[in-house]
């Protein structure tokens, strides 16, 4: 079944404790984007990447890193996590955006809690 | 920065009922989607609709697209109870690679 897999859906933290989003995908799909989702802000991009390699800077990546080594896995990296970024995470990947398709697949997303 | 921005907020129909959802964006653009999102979930995509396209239809789903005013609606025509979620368009603005997201309109179908 093609999907979009994140781990952990759910996690509640400390202020400073490392974690690591994982993201995996099954569709060989080339651009994965990372998401954040908060009341009354909507969906807000943090990183995308358009294939191995390759990542750029969404509208909001202060905060979090990310790396994409390998073309189906795209963590998210938050290295020193603040109550700021209690958020509900997405995970996206496309075949490509350059492409007339276009279309984005989700997963079922990661609530964080840093307290 | 916020491409599209959808219009009303909030909207609560019957069932049966058509539901009508507008979204408006600031710069010229490769394609608009929309997306639905039921409580908390990922987000699905509905329907893709190119600039050089004017109306796309998909079962019950009408979108229309006016390059003139950088607009576009999504309508769901009889809706039902379950079409309850919140929808989103998405542009996918020329020369940027990336898919900028609205705030959303949420839909209440009532039984």
């Known amino acids: 079944e093609a999907q979009v897999t994140q781990n952990p859906r759910y996690l509640i933290t400390v202020t400073g404790k490392k974690l690591t989003v994982t993201c995996s995908q099954n569709m060989n799909h080339e651009y994965m984007s990372w998401y954040r989702q908060d009341p009354g802000l909507g969906l807000r991009q943090i990183y995308y990447?358009?294939?191995?390699?390759?990542?750029d800077k969404g509208d909001v990546p202060e905060g979090y890193k990310v790396s994409r080594k390998e073309k189906r896995n795209f963590p998210l990296i938050l290295e020193s996590p603040s109550p700021n970024q209690t958020s509900l995470y997405f995970c996206?990947?496309?075949?490509?955006?350059?492409?007339?398709?276009?279309?984005?697949?989700f997963g079922e997303g990661s609530r964080l809690t840093v307290l | 920065s916020q491409q599209g921005e959808e219009d009303p907020q909030a909207l609560s129909i019957q069932e049966g009922e058509n539901a009508t959802m507008n979204c408006s964006y600031k710069?010229?653009?490769?394609?608009l989607q929309w997306y639905r999102q039921n409580s908390g979930r990922g987000l699905v995509h509905l329907i893709l609709i190119r600039s050089n396209e004017r109306e796309k239809h998909s079962g019950r789903l009408r979108v229309t697209l006016d390059t003139s005013k950088k607009s576009s609606s999504l309508l769901i025509t009889a809706s039902r109870a379950a079409d309850t979620a919140s929808y989103f368009c998405a542009t996918d603005a020329s020369g940027y690679s990336t898919l900028t997201f609205g705030k959303g309109t949420m839909l209440l179908v009532s039984p």
């Open positions: 710069t010229s653009i490769n394609n």
């Open positions: 990447s358009m294939n191995v390699e390759v990542t």
């Open positions: 996206a990947s496309s075949l490509s955006l350059l492409r007339s398709t276009g279309e984005l697949f």
